[in-house]
C-alpha cells in the first residue's frame, strides 16, 4: 500500500513557477505508476500529467504541454511537478496519484489509480 502526501502549492501571478512534490510511503513505490490530476471548483477532476515507473515515459494534458514536466525520484520516494508559466486557468486542487498497474493507453483515466494523496492548492491570479 502506499500512502501520499502533496506539498507545494500556493498562490503566485500569471506567469510564475512553481513546484509541487509528491511523497509517498511504502516500499514499493518505484515500481508505481504515477499521475497528477487537478480539479478546479465546480468542474471534474482532469488529467494534468502521468509518468511510467522508472520515468522513462511521461504523458501529459494539451493544457499543459510544453509548460509543466513530471518527473520522479523513486531513491526519495517523491514525485514532482513543475510548473511554468502558470495561467489563471491552471488554478486548482492538484492531486497525485499512484497505482501499481496502468496500461500507457489509460493512464490519463482517474478510475485507473487506486491511491490519492489530500491534494494541494494552486490558484494564480491574473
Known amino acids: 500500500q502506499v500512502q501520499l502526501v502533496e506539498s507545494g502549492g500556493g498562490l503566485v501571478q500569471a506567469g510564475d513557477s512553481l513546484r509541487l512534490s509528491c511523497a509517498a510511503s511504502g516500499r514499493t513505490f518505484s515500481s508505481y505508476v504515477m499521475g497528477w490530476f487537478r480539479q478546479a471548483p465546480g468542474k471534474e477532476r482532469e488529467f494534468v500529467a502521468a509518468i511510467s515507473w522508472n520515468g522513462g515515459r511521461t504523458y501529459y494534458a494539451d493544457s499543459v504541454k510544453g509548460r509543466f514536466t513530471i518527473s520522479r525520484d523513486n531513491a526519495k520516494n517523491t514525485m514532482y511537478l513543475q510548473m511554468n508559466s502558470l495561467k489563471p486557468e491552471d488554478t486548482a486542487v492538484y492531486y497525485c496519484?499512484?497505482?501499481?498497474?496502468?496500461?500507457?493507453?489509460?493512464?490519463?483515466?482517474?478510475?485507473?489509480?487506486?491511491?490519492w494523496g489530500q491534494g494541494t492548492q494552486v490558484t494564480v491570479s491574473s
Open positions: 496519484a499512484a497505482d501499481p498497474l496502468v496500461a500507457p493507453s489509460k493512464m490519463s483515466s482517474a478510475y485507473e489509480y487506486d491511491y
